[in-house]
């Protein structure tokens, strides 16, 4: 029998914006939206996308890595689904991720934003199970301080 590792990791992260929960809300909640700031990458071309945002839908994203990464010509696809929504202040969404077709990590993800006199505090805690020939929860939450850094540009140029 091959023996099998699952690494499971927590990891929270926080910032604030200078928009409304709204706002903030809206980037996610919008396909078109999301897709700009968390789909489309330098390192990656975005192949498909789709998005049902309510309660027990969820998305499909499948996407080809380019040239200078280590994963070159491989596809990653992304299938998540929504498990709690509550309008402009909280999201939860469970979500596995596979390379060439192999899922290597399973993860529920929350999104609470809280409205405060500047704009909106947003806390992202993370909670996931990392399978073989994955990336590990230090680059899982490496590229979770990428993407909300993207939001972040995305909702100062979308203002």
Do not use: C
């Not at 992260?13 to 929960?21: D, G, H, V």
């Not at 999201?91 to 500047?118: C, I, N, Q």
């Not at 929860?137 to 590229?143: A, D, I, L, S, V």
Request: net charge negative; no cysteine; aromatic share 10%.
């Amino acid at each position: 029998m091959e023996k099998t590792t699952t690494v499971h990791s927590t990891f929270s992260l926080e910032r604030s914006f200078k928009a409304t929960p709204e706002r903030v809300f809206a980037a996610f909640a919008d396909p078109a939206s999301k897709s700009r700031w968390n789909y489309t990458s330098e390192a990656s071309e975005l192949l498909h996308h789709e998005a049902d945002f309510r309660v027990g839908g969820g998305e499909r994203v499948k996407m080809k890595f380019g040239a200078g990464t280590p994963i070159a010509g491989m596809t990653i696809t992304l299938e998540s689904v929504y498990e709690d929504i509550v309008p402009n202040q909280r999201m939860v969404w469970a979500y596995r991720m596979a390379l060439d077709g192999k899922t290597f990590s399973t993860a529920l993800a929350t999104v609470e934003l809280v409205k405060m006199s500047a704009g909106t505090d947003l806390l992202f805690t993370h909670q996931g199970a990392y399978f073989e020939g994955a990336d590990g929860p230090e680059m899982r939450k490496g590229g979770w301080v990428e993407l909300l850094e993207r939001l972040e540009q995305f909702i100062v140029q979308s203002s």
